[in-house]
């Protein structure tokens, strides 16, 4: 069975930088598929962050491209989200997910969900 | 890119039946038939429920269906349970990245 694990801090102050990891068990991410980052901010709906295949190639929501990078780590299982220069608006339950996109388009498995607050 | 468009909230009577649209563009929703529905329990993370328009997971009772039609995607759930009461989420490819619905609040009455 697939599973994934958010870590990371639950506070973030503002204009600094958010870092979240997502352990990944049941299933070697070196094998395929891509991997990606999807947000929901308290009380509203999911937004799509970004995406990683497992070769490295990274796809980025062009109105946080600026300020995201998405890494993968095939040697602990596991790939990383960095946002940068936070605001209150970034506030937001941090999910990641198992995206299927050959021949197919969906997000599979998910994580459990990770609070961060961003509050000085 | 302009999250795709969902009622904000249904309802239902259990063992009624009811439908959530999803609408798009030629872009996204009906350019590929590459669209997903989520369920999200309050607290919880989002369960896939249907993808590439309507098939469905192992596990997912046959009661949840969904269909596509021009640019607008509908998830049926028939014979309404206490249990279904959640948010509901469509996803569709848009053309190298993912764009979600704004969700829908269904309620059961």
């Known amino acids: 069975q697939v599973q994934l694990q958010e870590s990371g801090p639950g506070l973030v102050k503002p204009s600094e930088t958010l870092s979240l990891t997502c352990a990944v068990s049941g299933y070697s991410i070196s094998s395929g598929y891509y991997w990606g980052w999807i947000r929901q901010p308290p009380g509203k709906g999911l937004e799509w962050i970004g995406s990683?295949?497992?070769?490295?190639?990274?796809y980025y929501n062009p109105s946080l491209k600026s300020r995201v990078t998405i890494s993968v780590d095939t040697s602990k299982n596991q790939f990383s989200l960095k946002l940068s220069s936070v605001t209150a608006a970034d506030t937001a339950v941090y999910y990641c997910?198992?995206?299927?996109?050959?021949?197919?388009?969906?997000?599979?498995?998910w994580g459990q969900g990770t609070l961060v607050t961003v509050s000085s | 890119q302009s999250a795709l468009t969902q009622p904000r909230s249904v309802s239902g009577s259990p063992g009624q039946s009811v439908t959530i649209s999803c609408t798009g563009t030629s872009s996204d929703v009906g350019g590929y038939n590459y669209v997903s529905w989520y369920q999200q329990h309050p607290g919880k993370a989002p369960k896939l429920m249907i993808y590439?328009?309507?098939k469905r997971p192992s596990g997912v009772p046959d009661r949840f269906s969904g269909s596509k039609s021009g640019n607008t995607a509908s998830l049926t759930i028939s014979g309404l349970q206490a249990e279904d009461e959640a948010d509901y989420y469509c996803?569709?490819?848009?053309?190298?990245?993912?764009?979600f619905g704004g969700g829908t609040k269904l309620t059961v009455l």
């Open positions: 996803c569709s490819y848009a053309g190298s990245y993912p764009l």
């Open positions: 990683i295949y497992h070769s490295g190639s990274t």
């Open positions: 590439d328009v309507s």
């Open positions: 997910a198992r995206l299927r996109a050959m021949v197919s388009y969906y997000f599979d498995y």
